[in-house]
């Protein structure tokens, strides 16, 4: 109704006359039950509407701030486990470095050891030939000793034309032998 008023008074052509025309029509009764009406309808959209709308944008806005925090707190935690996992990832990088070293080292102790063992098995080898060599050429000495007495006793015996025992000539001849030795 207060729109068709309005609507009249912007189709009239005088200004003047168009407050008069306003008042007129405007009712003072309507306009105080519309007022009277809106008023009520505010406090009941307030008490009905207004209070539980509100509570919900609390309890959406309280959610969210939850929600932020609860993310926050992920973020730290999750920056701190990375953290721990680098730290543990670092850890076991030394722990294998530590490990490829003392790998190493123990290949080169037991690579000295083994050269060291080897070294000890040939100057044993070695050693043994050389006693062997020893006897053996002592061996050879006494056969050609034993084959040199047995020639000069075979050679004084066509010398001498006699027989002469062959112990006497031994002894002889080994007595000879020796300070021959002697005089090297």
Not at 69 to 84: T, V, Y
Not at 87 to 101: F, G, T, W, Y
Not at 109 to 114: C, F, K, N, V, W
Not at 119 to 142: F, Q
Request: aromatic share 4%.
């Amino acid at each position: 109704m207060f729109l068709d008023t309005f609507a009249l008074l912007a189709a009239d052509s005088g200004a003047t006359s168009g407050l008069a025309q306003l008042n007129k029509n405007l009712n003072l009764g309507d306009i105080i039950v519309t007022v009277s009406f809106f008023t009520i309808l505010m406090l009941l959209l307030k008490k009905f509407a207004w209070g539980p709308l509100m509570g919900i944008m609390d309890q959406r806005a309280q959610m969210i701030s939850n929600e932020i925090e609860a993310a926050e707190k992920s973020r730290l935690e999750s920056h701190k486990l990375l953290e721990e996992q680098r730290e543990l990832l670092k850890e076991a990088r030394d722990n294998a470095q530590s490990i490829v070293e003392n790998a190493q080292k123990q290949a080169e102790s037991h690579r000295d050891e083994l050269i060291n063992t080897a070294r000890a098995e040939a100057n044993r080898m070695k050693e043994a030939a050389v006693l062997e060599i020893a006897t053996e050429k002592d061996k050879a000495v006494a056969a050609v000793r034993e084959e040199f007495v047995s020639l000069s006793i075979l050679a004084a015996s066509k010398v001498l034309g006699k027989e002469i025992s062959e112990e006497d000539n031994r002894a002889l001849i080994e007595e000879t032998i020796a300070k021959a030795g002697e005089g090297r």
